[in-house]
């Protein structure tokens, strides 16, 4: 069984960056497409950004595309999210979720088969 386990969300204000991971123990972390969502108060789980096994492709919502950015080192199991100019707007819970079966980049959440816990993020005006 995968487990996946996020950290680095925390307070900052509006412009400010933030640096989340999300470690992997169990399964075979090199070949899982990877992503990160996120879910604010209210509001259903949105996808946020996508990551190829090999790190070789990424895909981005809209909203955040040029100020997030997400990697992975597979010889430590683990994805990042590289969070520029957040803005009050990007305040919500973030999770990190794998994908076994696929190595399209999907951004619909009933594609992916494992899922962490979540990290708050919060981003003060």
């Known amino acids: 069984q995968v487990q996946l386990v996020e950290s680095g969300g925390g307070l900052v204000q509006a412009g400010g960056s933030l640096r989340l991971s999300c470690a992997a123990s169990g399964g075979t972390f090199s070949s899982y497409t990877m992503g990160w969502f996120r879910q604010a108060p209210g509001k259903e789980r949105e996808f946020a950004a996508a990551?190829?096994?090999?790190?070789?492709?990424?895909y981005y919502a809209g909203s955040v595309k040029g100020r997030f950015t997400i990697s992975r080192d597979n010889a430590k199991k683990t994805v990042y999210l590289q969070m520029n100019s957040l803005k009050p707007e990007d305040t919500a819970v973030y999770y990190c979720?794998?994908?076994?079966?696929?190595?399209?980049?999907?951004?619909?959440?009933?594609?992916?088969?494992?899922w962490g816990q979540g990290t708050q993020v919060t981003v003060s005006s």
């Open positions: 979720a794998a994908d076994k079966h696929n190595i399209i980049l999907h951004t619909r959440l009933g594609e992916y088969d494992y």
């Open positions: 990551l190829a096994w090999n790190g070789g492709c990424t």
